[in-house]
């Protein structure tokens, strides 16, 4: 069955960095599309990047963009992100999804979550 | 970026009401609209993808419907297990989004 399993969470100061993995396993990793989605405590979802099958397209929400940089590496049916220059508002739960690479991209399974708190 | 804007923010209704949320786009997302669920504590889960195709397993009680920019959930009749968040997502543009979520409570 699909699992994706999230770690690399936890308490950082502001302006530090945290690297977030997600290990993929149960579907062909190399054939779809990853994402990473937050959501702040008791707030709504907030999509913040995806990476395509083969690393060739790669986007980033306003909201991180020059700061977070997502890979992956297909060997290793693994997705990362790095979180550099963080702010409190980075404060979140953050999932790694599965998104489908055509038709319209859903995230048909998601992992639990890794919490990353951002505060002094 | 594509604004997706959920209406109401939230509801009540009772076991048995039918229940509709809209979602708006703030431009043309033809069919890349997607919804999730999201109970309490809980991860999210798909429920229809490309406006109106319900993921495997989900009730059939949940339909989607609309295109371009006004889209609509509904659950023709709701039961306990629905009362959870609702989110409509866009992946037209390169910058997917989501829209605020709309909380189904019970009544």
Redesign the interface.
């Known amino acids: 069955q699909v699992q994706l399993v999230e770690s690399g969470g936890g308490l950082v100061k502001p302006g530090g960095s945290l690297r977030l993995s997600c290990a993929a396993s149960g579907f062909a990793f190399s054939d779809y599309y990853m994402?990473w989605?937050r959501q702040a405590p008791g707030k709504?979802?907030?999509?913040v990047s995806?990476i395509s099958t083969s690393s060739t397209?790669i986007?980033y929400?306003?909201s991180v963009k020059g700061r977070f940089t997502i890979s992956r590496d297909n060997a290793k049916n693994s997705m990362y992100l790095q979180m550099r220059s963080l702010r409190p508002e980075d404060t979140a739960m953050y999932?790694c999804a599965k998104a489908?690479s055509t038709?319209?991209?859903?995230?048909?399974y998601?992992?639990?979550?890794s919490l990353v708190t951002v505060s002094s | 970026?594509i604004q997706m804007t959920q209406s109401p923010s939230s509801l009540s209704a009772s076991v048995g009401d039918r229940v509709t949320v809209t979602c708006r786009a703030s431009q043309n997302i033809g069919?890349?609209?997607?919804w999730?669920q999201?109970k309490s504590g809980k991860?999210?889960?798909?429920l229809i993808?490309?406006v109106s195709?319900l993921?495997s397993g989900v009730p059939s009680r949940f339909s989607g419907s609309g295109s371009g920019t006004d889209f609509t959930l509904t659950i023709s009749s709701l039961q306990a297990e629905d009362f959870a968040?609702y989110?409509c997502?866009q992946?037209y543009s390169?910058?997917?989004?989501?829209?605020?979520?709309t909380k189904v409570e019970i009544k």
């Open positions: 994402t989605i709504g979802l907030e999509w995806y397209y986007t929400a306003d999932y489908h038709g319209w991209y859903q995230f048909d998601w992992g639990q979550g | 970026d069919k890349y609209l997607n999730y999201q991860v999210p889960k798909l993808y490309g195709t993921q968040t989110y997502q992946t390169t910058l997917w989004t989501f829209g605020q979520g």
